[in-house]
Every structure is written in structure tokens, then in C-alpha cells.
């Protein structure tokens, strides 16, 4: 089965929040962010913005008639700037015009006058200066203390991981249409149509059946619309509520990048400990998340690095604390993985450390140490399956033995080029960490001609859901792919949905899919045995054949689909599901707050040029428990465009904020992105397919956020790398490892630092 969307796709007609046609008399806004990143906001002076042909109105938060708050979490962020700032492009005033270019040149004629207050960029310095968004938590199981004594090696260090802009295609946006009775229309490009409802319902202090949102497909999301397109849909709607006409703004790259939060860059110190026989007995990390200036998704993203600290590793003693840090950048947010990543980068820094010191392969560790059936993870939930699963299918189909060998040869015989290699095992649990939020719910009908269309709370964008969920009714019902059809999300059909998040979406709406197509089977199999005079039980539909006990009876689904609508039968079914045996209880910090977990394993090649410090990604190989998929092709999309997306993440995408909290990698000429030539030359990705009754739809298993985490392997290949030139490189574990870095490593040493270069190349 395609991907329903190719077709529009690839002739250009598929609808974004930009291509929705507009009505006449729509007018276009656009946001004055804060020039400082802390301040005292005295006053603005719009007089002259206001002088600009063709501005219409100019609003500030003395406009906002509910409450200016839009925090989800912790209710600390308001909607406009009132007396302080608190980032660098904080909206402060949101400018209204008949044109686009208007709207954006007044913004320009704002002064707002602010008196700076001191700026924090760094999470420890916030976290020394009692800056928290919440207090910390701890997950903790064992006894470090007392496993300290009976460690043969002990290792401690610092990490230090950035950011990562999410660069969806689409920028941020949204579309506000009046409608009668002091209602509106909300088009958005969000991942969370239920928290944009919300949050446009909050600041106009209106109840939320009088806001529509609407979401027909988004151009990326991967986090970034999760929480944070609220905002321009509440600007849009406070214009529109006061001046009775449309308002637009969809974002410019420059503006979506200045003012929108990213990956949370982070902060973390490690200690871990080996016994003789290289177990990893005990393991502490303490994590200084960099929230950005408000809340946002970090307390979500700090209990996902907690949860996976320990990554595909089973140890006995753990003790982990993070903090989440108050600092003077854009609210940082949801993005793929979801604070996972950095968790994971840690322990795989603390494996490779202690490989360094001991002179092995970090590999022996990592494969010495995967999780069994059975063992416990740090927060109580015993693992149903084993990492090492996938991890002995990578070493054997893609030969691991003869790959390293290959690789040995090449360094051996090459002196200004050097390949790296590594392994990167991933576990992830699916569901929300939030145990309240795995729920959904699906409106199915089936027309009187036999065609049939599906809402859910999934917003599509790009990963490929509605295409399962289509999948999911064509083949309860069995019919043709082409007689389903999914429905633009819509509040209106489905209330009160978690965002498209949590790689949950097609499990979730899939689940409530499922019932309801079950619903009116069972109803439909009623009609039919009593028109043929037999029972429910013994009537299937194969291909669109009515068959009572595998014969055909001549009646097709169309006739019983007309037949049940004559017996005044319901054709239409709304249900809910939600995810049993989840709980987690956070004072304890235990419990079982995953439906299952996902695993995988990487391999990844790099080869460096040892005199410029560039570096190519040969091949990253792959061996990825997919369950039983629903759709190979999409799922192997989706864990392409992760690896890729996680190499960037860990090599080149690199995220700068000066010290006065101002960010300059602001375009993307100064943030750089995979392109095809970082494109690993090879991707090869195989299946492990695990049959094991899990909760996922049909036994598929999540693939969404997992693969993005394949790409910490790269910046491991390239420390192998640098070390098979420079056995003496000081590699510190920071993050991105860009060609400057990996130069800067190649001709440095542990103790005397920075080294010529002549002296490292004779
Ligand atoms: N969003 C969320 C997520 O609200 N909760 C989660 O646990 C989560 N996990 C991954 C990605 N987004
Ligand atoms: Mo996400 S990080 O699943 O919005």
C-alpha cells in the first residue's frame, strides 16, 4: 500500500496551511519578538508602526480579554510580553495589515523600550542560581553507594550536548476565520489541535466549543508543533475576535527559527562503574536540562531522559537526577526522541570513556551489558524482550567480525584517512510518559454507496498515518483501499485528543479505528444473517464478498451496507480506546508506564579526512524490531529520514546562542543541514520481526521517534575515527562533532592540548 498522500504530493497539490485558499477581506499579521533576551518591558511606541500604509491595528497584551497565559504544563508563559521579556523574539506585539509586506515592515517601526536585566544561557549557572522550572526528580534503583565498593573500574566525566533546530519544511502558522455566534475556525499547522483549541479558548476567556480547529496535513512537525504552534493561532484569533475579519500569519524561516524553541540542549555529568568481567554495575548522571525560558514540554522531556538514561543496558545500581534549568532562550520543546536522545547520549559517553581507559571496544560493553526478558528497568517496568535480539541479527547479517576487520585493513594502510566504526543499541518505550494522555478516539461512517470515511485525532504529517489508518478500516471491513477515505482533523468530530506525538499516533487512533470499524461490522453481520437466515457468527466479508460459513452468497458489500440502512441500521461509530496496563506513580518515580518497548541496533561506518577534518558517513546498517509492519515502505521511510536527522543532530547541526541570549546560527546559511552528500552512502535497514502480542495496532510496533537515535552512533564512528589517527586526541563529549571540532581533535592532545600539525602527520 502507497502512501496515500504521493500522488498530491509529488504533482504539488497536497494543502498546507499556505495553499488554504483565502477569503476575501483576509488580513495578515505578524509578530514583533523581543530584541533582549531579559528585561524590564516599560512601554512600546506604536505611533509610527501605526503611520505604515495599509496597518490596521496593532495588539498588545493590554488587548488579550481572557487570560494572557498560554503555559500548558505550568501555566508561566504569557501569550505578549506585558511588563518583562524573558527571550530573544518573545512576541511582544502582533501587528495587523492588509498585506503581508505591511504587516512586516510596521513591525520594524515598533520601539519598545526595555531596560536589560542579566542573561543566562548556561543550564548549570541557572541551576546554581535556584533558576528551576520544577524541582528535580530522581529515578534511582539499587545501591550506588554501596556498588561503588565492588567496582574494578570506575569512570566519571562531563557531557555536554546542544540543541537542534526542527526545520520542518512548513513553518509554523495559522489561519483564523470568524464564524456566526462568536465562534472562529482555526486552520493550524499543529501536531495538537486539542492544545491550540485550547489555548485560543483561554486567552479569549471563550469556552472551547466556540473555537474549530482544523488541520488538513502538517509539512513536518517532529516535536516543534506539539506545544508551540499555539501561540501564532492565538495571535491570529485575538486579531480576528476584535477586528471580525480572517487573520493569517504563516511564519518566515528567519522569524520561525528566531522565535520558536528547539531540542533541549543539555547539560550532564556521569559516573560508571565495571567490575572485573566488564557488567556496568553502577551508573549516576546528573542532568542539567536547558529549558529555555518557560516551561513549555520540559517537564515531559526531563522524565524521557530519565526513562531512558540507561538506554538498551540492564544496571543494577542506578541513580539519576535531573534538573530542568530557567535560562534566557526561546522555551525549548518536544522534538523527535523527546529528551530520550540526550539521555542516551550520556551513558553511550560513559561506555565509551571507560572503553578508552581500558583499551577495548566500546562494543564488548555494550553488547556485555543489553537488557534481557525480564530485568528491571530503573523505574520498575520488567523488560518483555531482549536488546540483544537485535544486536546479534546486526552482527551477523551485515558481519561485523569481517566489517571491523575491513576497516582495521583500511587504517592500517592509510595514514591521512581514518575509519571509525560503532554500534548504537536503541530501546524506547511507547506511550506518553503521561499516563493520562494515552487515549483516542475515532468517528467512523460508512455511506449508503459503501464508501467510507474516518476521523481521528491523528494529524498527518508526513510519517504516514493516515495511510495506516486507512489500512486499518480496508482491512477490518475488507474492502478496496479506495472506498476510505480520511478526514482533515477536526475538533468538531474529535474532542479533547493527545497531540501527534510520543510515536503513539498510529497505535493510539489506529486502536480507536479498530473498534470502531469492529462496531459496525458486528452490526452489519447482524443485518446479513437475518436476511439469510443464519447466524453473525458465521458470516465473513472477504474482498468485498458477503460469505456465510466461506461461501459466497452473492450479496457484496454494497448491497449490505444499502440493506442495513433500510433496516434502520446504524452505519456510524464513534470509540474510544485507551491503553491498558500503563501506570506510573511519580513519587515513587516506579510503575509500568510503557505499552511496550521498540529495539533496534546500528552499525555505522565514517571515514575521516585527517587533514581537513571533514568526514564522510559511509553506511549505517540496521536491524530495527518492527513488529510486524503495517507498511514497509513508510516505515522505511520513517527510519531513513531518523537516522539521517539524528546524524545531523550529533555532526553538523550546530545551535549558537551568543551570550546576550541572541541566536546567530539564524538562517540557513549559518545552520547547517544534512544535505544529500551527508547522507549516509549506504542505509541499510532490516527487520526484526517480533510476533509477540504487544499493544500496538496489529501487532506493528511504533517507528516514529526510535531510528532518529541510530545517528548517536555517528559521533562515536568519528571519536573511533580521530583515535585511530591521534590515540593521544582529547575528544571532549560535546556535541555536534562538526569538521571544525574533529580537526581541532585530530591535532590535540590529552595533555598538552592543542598540537602542530606537522607533528601529528610525521
Ligand atoms: N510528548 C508528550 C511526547 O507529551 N509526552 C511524551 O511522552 C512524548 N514522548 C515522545 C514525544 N513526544
Ligand atoms: Mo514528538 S517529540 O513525538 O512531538
Known sequence: MKNIDAK????????????????????????????????????????????????????????????????????????????????????????????REAARAAVKKIKADITPLPVITDPREAQAQNQLIMPPRTFSQGDTEQAWRECAHVFAGAVDINGQE?????????????????????????????????????????????????????GGGFGGKEDQANTWAALCALAAWHLGKPVKYALHRMEDMAMTGK????????????????????????????????????????????????NSYYIPNVHATAWSCRTHLPPNTA????????????????????????????????????IKTGDEFPYGQIAQSEAGACWQKAATLYDATGWKQAVDAFNATHRLQKKGLAFMPVCFGISFTNTMMNHARSLVHVYTDGSVCISTGAVEMGQGVNTKILQVAAQIFSIRADRVKLNPTNTINIANTSPSAASATADLNGKATLMACNAILERLKEVAATALDTKADAVTIVNEQVLVNREPTGWDWQQLVSAAFTKRVSLSEHAHYATPEIHFDTVKEKGHPFAYHVYGTAILEVTVDCLRGIYKMDAVKVVHDFGSSMNPDIDRGQIEGGIVQGIGWMTMEEVIFDKEGRLRSNALSTYKVPDIYAVPEEIVIDALRSTADNLAIFRSKAVGEPPLMYGIGAWFALRNAILQFNPEADIPFITPMTPEKVLMALYSNKEKGIIQQHEATT
Do not use: W
Open 166 to 218: 526542527h526545520l520542518y519544511i512548513e513553518t509554523q502558522g495559522a489561519y483564523v476565520v470568524p464564524q456566526e455566534n462568536n465562534s472562529l475556525r482555526v486552520y493550524s499547522s499543529t501536531q495538537g489541535p486539542t492544545a491550540v483549541q485550547r489555548t485560543v479558548s483561554t486567552t479569549l476567556g471563550q469556552p472551547m466549543h466556540r473555537i474549530e480547529v482544523v488541520v488538513t496535513r502538517l
Open 263 to 310: 531540542r533541549h540542549p543539555y547539560m550532564a555529568d556521569y559516573k560508571i562503574g565495571l567490575d572485573s568481567s566488564l557488567n556496568i554495575i553502577a551508573y549516576e548522571v546528573t542532568f542539567f536540562q536547558n529549558a529555555g525560558a518557560a516551561a513549555d514540554l520540559s517537564p515531559g522531556v526531563l522524565s524521557r531522559t530519565l526513562f531512558h538514561c540507561t
Open 8 to 99: 498530491t504530493h509529488v504533482s504539488g497539490t497536497s494543502v498546507y496551511l499556505d495553499d488554504i485558499p483565502l477569503i476575501q477581506g483576509t488580513l495578515y499579521g505578524a509578530a514583533l519578538g523581543s530584541p533582549v533576551a531579559h528585561g524590564v518591558l516599560h512601554q512600546l511606541q506604536l505611533e509610527e508602526a501605526l503611520r505604515e500604509p495599509d496597518v490596521i491595528r496593532i495588539f498588545t497584551a493590554a488587548d488579550i480579554p481572557g487570560d494572557n497565559q498560554i503555559g500548558g504544563i505550568i501555566k508561566d508563559e504569557p501569550l505578549l510580553a506585558s511588563d518583562h521579556v524573558h527571550f530573544c523574539g518573545m512576541p511582544i506585539a502582533f501587528v495587523v495589515a492588509r498585506t
Open 335 to 370: 522534538f523527535r526522541g523527546f529528551g530520550g536522545p540526550q539521555g542516551m547520549f550520556v551513558i553511550e559517553a560513559a561506555i565509551a570513556h571507560a572503553a578508552r581507559v581500558l583499551q577495548i571496544d566500546a562494543a564488548v560493553i555494550q553488547q556485555k551489558n543489553l
